[in-house]
């Protein structure tokens, strides 16, 4: 058969529209969610043990293929983007600490995890991290991952040479009020030209918040980032500025990499995969560094969730693949490959989890961890937490870096949550 | 979908005026239409019905994942109210005005040299056109190191002229000249290029013509290069206006804050927080998309109004 040029021309043409209105049709027909044989999970690098991932795909390999993916990018935007167009939505979907308020109000889009018989876990894990999986409604949509407790990561030389405690337990106890660590930073600063205990004073703050057991709206979607327990946070970190206690270096550029490595920012209060980080960006500083606690009692930054999406076919099934995967056993292994501090009380006695870190000294960090882990308080977290928290945070920045009238900014904050509590409904 | 039937019909005449038979005219084009088909189809699935709707979601009430409330035009009157947004359309002004002129001024002088005879001219074209393709987020994190206080090359060189230090990314003000150097290096190059492009297609002889009547090449330029770039200055200045109007990525990037901070935050004070900045905040940070998206329509008309103004000031320069 001989195919004109205008014939081979019109064929393709047709070829591409049909495509191109085929692909649209198709669009309106995939099926939501597993079908039976496939069981998609989503998480992002680093957010579980890819050893321990890689076992469970074995391990589950006859009754179902799990699908891990990893997502790269804005990772929330892209979950709930998928699940609101109620396409290829994953079966368990892993949910971020930081987003898991946001989450909460829409627990119908999870499977409640207490119909599968989640109850009778609960004890392993941490109670506060399991009470943040908890929906207003009551039902369980996360499961617990990893949490990250507070301690404070510090170089015993310099203190040593500031003529501060330098041992972790003496460090723990002398340094164990904010008062006796802001009076270190004073000491600190006075025999060490240059040292700040500090890098800034908002982390005074975010730290403080955290160590309390209410933030800044309540559960009846009520303003209350204007009380005493935000106020004594803010000053407190307006007195860690007045003391000139916080350097004027910003976090993450060189200034602060080489003042770092130089012992001019001696001490870091930070989360436990905070460890994580110090080892990749200061692989000099190898032996230098020690873990004591943080100031002013434990407190939590990040850890996730995994949850099971409404899409999910074969929910027993997903929820076995869930607590297989975060049992005390693997948990350690993500502790050890990822830095996930595990929420399994039961992983702190591990012996792999108590070996000597080199990179502190020959320190066993678990000791430290371990108790502050246990020891969190319990907060509301609203989904309305992270807008009216905003203000106030960017006004202690203010008064750190700009040197911002206190009693101003202070104001200033007010106001603005009060206009933006008035846009979502909040009442103050 | 069942494809079209293989069979020979008749190609349409084309000398028939369409205005005879305007229905059968345009019927019979069909294969025209269906090849120009996938581009609209495309921009109808993926650009006007997002944008559709946006205007919708902007008058609801919407965290992204449970269901929308209708909230009629109360997003629009907080919009009106809401002093951050002016404040980011304030600072985004700020930085394209540092940006711009600066940059067009450079791509001009970098033009006029590149078109007058050089060695290696294609070399320098490369060259000047490299920052373009880089990565703006790469870019940004090395102008971070660039502004960085202590260990930073702009202070460096400041201390070695015998001046004081400055905390770039800590105070407002160098906030935003540091966001906008990386916008003016990052664009300068890719002005030049259409601007010699402009250049080139200006006759010879008028140069001869103004050469034999005694002009310089001061004269040269004002009387003659310019009036006639006009229209290539016009275009670049619209572009660079939808494009500064637009920046995010430089801020986010050059003023990452810590973990425990909003990465959308534009630095200290906000002074670094463009107006898309601000509506990525809105929307990803507080999940209020609503919002967000009629924070979204009132940058669009910002952009809009904008481009009006700059045209108008262009075209007017030159009727005078």
Known sequence: MRLSRRGLLRAGLAGTAATALGGLASGCAVPTGSTGRNMVLWYWSGGLSDTVVKKAKARYDSAVDLDAIQIGGYYRSKLITTMTGQAHVPDIAGLKGEDMASYLPNADQFVDLRTLGAEKLKSQYLDW????????????????????????????????????????????????????????????????????????????????????????????????????????????????????????????????????????????????????????????????????????????????????????????????????LLNADNQAQGFMDAGLFPSTPASYELKKLRENDPFFGDQITMDVYGPAAEKIPVAFNSPYDVALGQPIRDEIKNVGVLGKNPEKAWKDAMSKCRRIADHLGVSY | MATAPLVEKPPAPVAEPPAAHPKKGILSYWRLYAAISPFYLLFLAFGLIPVGFSLYLSFHRWDGLGSMEYAGLSQYRYLLSDTDFWSSIGNTLIIWALATFPMIFLAMITAVMLNSAVRFKNVYRFAYFLPNVTSVVAVAIIFGSVFSTNFGLVNALLQAVGLDQIAWLNTPWGIKVAIATLMTWQWTGYNAIIFLAGLQTIPGELYEAARMDGAGPVQTFFRITLPLMRPVLLFVLVISTVTGLQSFSEPQVLLQSTANESTFSGGPDHAGRTMVLYFFQQTFDNNDFGYGAAVAWGIFLVVVIFSIVNWRLVQRRGED
């Open chain 1, 129 to 324: 991290k399991w009470q943040q999986g908890v929906a207003p409604d009551g039902s369980l949509v996360g499961f617990p991952i990893d949490v990250g407790p507070v301690v404070q990561y510090y170089q015993p030389a310099v203190y040593e040479k500031a003529g501060l405690a330098y041992e972790p337990d003496d460090v723990s106890k002398e340094m164990g009020t904010w008062d006796q660590f802001f009076a270190a930073g004073e000491q600190l600063k006075k025999r060490v030209r240059g040292a700040f205990i500090l890098t800034d004073i908002t982390s005074v703050f975010e730290m403080s918040i955290g160590q309390g057991t209410q933030r800044f709206v309540d559960e009846d979607k009520h303003f209350i980032g204007d009380q005493e327990h935000v106020r004594v946070c803010w000053d407190r970190a307006v007195e860690a500025k007045r003391r000139g206690l916080a350097s004027s270096i910003v976090t993450g550029t060189p200034d602060s990499i080489s003042a770092t490595e130089s012992g001019e920012l001696p001490s870091q209060l930070n989360a436990s995969w905070a460890a994580g980080d110090l080892k990749l960006q200061y692989p000099k500083t190898k032996g230098r560094w020690r873990v004591a606690n943080c100031p002013g009692g434990p407190s939590n930054v990040g850890g996730s969730f995994l949850a099971i999406t409404k899409a999910c076919r074969e929910p027993e099934k997903a929820f076995e693949i869930i607590t297989w």
